[in-house]
């Protein structure tokens, strides 16, 4: 029934082998679209080509690095996102990107199915596919390498058989995936969680141990994003790129983690997020300048569970959007200069400054020009405290009291 597909194709083995796979499974044209969120690496025109050489009847690369950065990693920022309080889901925010542009391509090239290269064990197959119900929902989903059981060595046999332009290694290491917010490695020899990364693991960042000299830099914020980095203004994007290159350089952002995946597994999985990781301590310090105390208490728990909702997949879900109204709303005073030295592995904070601060020097100071009045203290603890006192009272007339 099937006759156009639109398959998102990444250039590797298992997309390349997917377009054969499908269409002769389907009896589709199988048309691609190729996102570029920034993920670096080959040149995404030689990738349209070899799309083209493995039977895609069409295909095209998508420019998606601003509005991945502007709508999806700024968000995250927003949201200080860090699933499992260490992991900047930097995969999980990818996929709704993708999946939108796959749904543009299948619109564009009249097709009623998408496909994704996704196997059946992990998140992104599910951020896909419920992004696309979220999107379009009259497209249907397949997803070869699960559903037509495409496995890693039927495909290189069926790249070998077909002479399919691609580098059939029997021996790939990792499965990796990158874009401007970072880098994710899994499986080889890391599925032995006592197993240390090697080197050649890490792409985004030099190694920590050996840093050359500390490098101070100061992020300008406006209503939570980054607009400046030492006074030179600066898209989302650029941001990102710079604090990559310059944190990365110092070996910020390496995160060696057993993860909890939503399908139920735990896996291993080291990731770099040089940029990321930078940019969420510098904001998260400016939030605690810039947010008043209780808003501040209760954003802890909306990050957490906006961070939930989109490593679930739930990118497009409206409890996603209604916890986006209100993180953009707490950012309204969350701007200001940060101070970092990035040096040796940590990117550490060293100044902070404010037009919006809440922060009140003559509040907070022990010397001269202090306007805190100290001997209302006293009875401000007196009532707070009245309820555990009752309490405490009551255990000792019940023998409960605690032990001296
Ligand atoms: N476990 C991470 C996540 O679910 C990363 C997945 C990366 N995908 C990959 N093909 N290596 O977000």
Partial sequence: MTNRVVLAYSGGLDTSVAIGWIAE??????????????????????????????GAKDAYVADARDEFANEYCMPALKANALYMDRYPVVSAISRPVITKHLAIAARKFGADTVAHGCTGKGNDQVRFEVSITSLAPDLKCIAPVRDLALTRDKAID?????????????????????????????TGFLEDIWNAPTKDVYNYTDDPAFPPVADEVVITFREGLPVAIDGQS????????????RAGAQGIGRIDIV???????????????????????????????????????????????????????????????????????????????????????????????SETSLYD????????????????????IEIFGLTSKQAAAR??????????
């Fill in 25 to 54: 499974a389907t009896g589709a044209d199988v048309f691609c679209v190729a996102v570029d969120v920034g993920q670096g690496g080959e040149d995404l025109d030689v990738i349209r080509q070899r799309a083209m050489d493995c």
């Fill in 158 to 186: 069926y790249a070998e058989r077909n002479n399919l332009p691609i580098v059939t290694t029997k021996s790939n290491p990792f499965s990796i995936d990158q874009n401007v917010w970072g880098r994710a490695v899994e």
């Fill in 234 to 245: 600066v898209t989302p994007l650029q941001a990102i790129q710079e604090m990559n290159r």
């Fill in 259 to 353: 993860e909890d995946r939503l399908v139920g597994i735990k896996s291993r999985e080291v990731y770099e997020a040089p940029g990321a990781m930078a940019l969420i301590a510098a904001h998260q310090e400016l939030e605690n300048v810039t947010i008043e105390r209780e808003q501040a208490r209760f954003k802890k728990m909306v990050d957490q569970r906006w961070t939930e909702l989109v490593y679930d997949g739930q990118w497009f879900s409206p409890l996603k959007k209604s916890l986006d109204t209100f993180v953009d709303d707490t950012q309204r005073y969350v701007s200001g200069d940060i101070r970092m030295v990035l040096h040796g592995g940590r990117a550490t904070v060293t100044g902070r400054r």
């Fill in 361 to 380: 020097f003559n509040l907070a100071t022990y010397d001269e020009g202090d306007t805190f009045d100290q001997s209302q203290a006293k009875g401000f």
């Fill in 395 to 404: 255990d000792v007339r019940f023998g409960n009291g605690v032990q001296l």
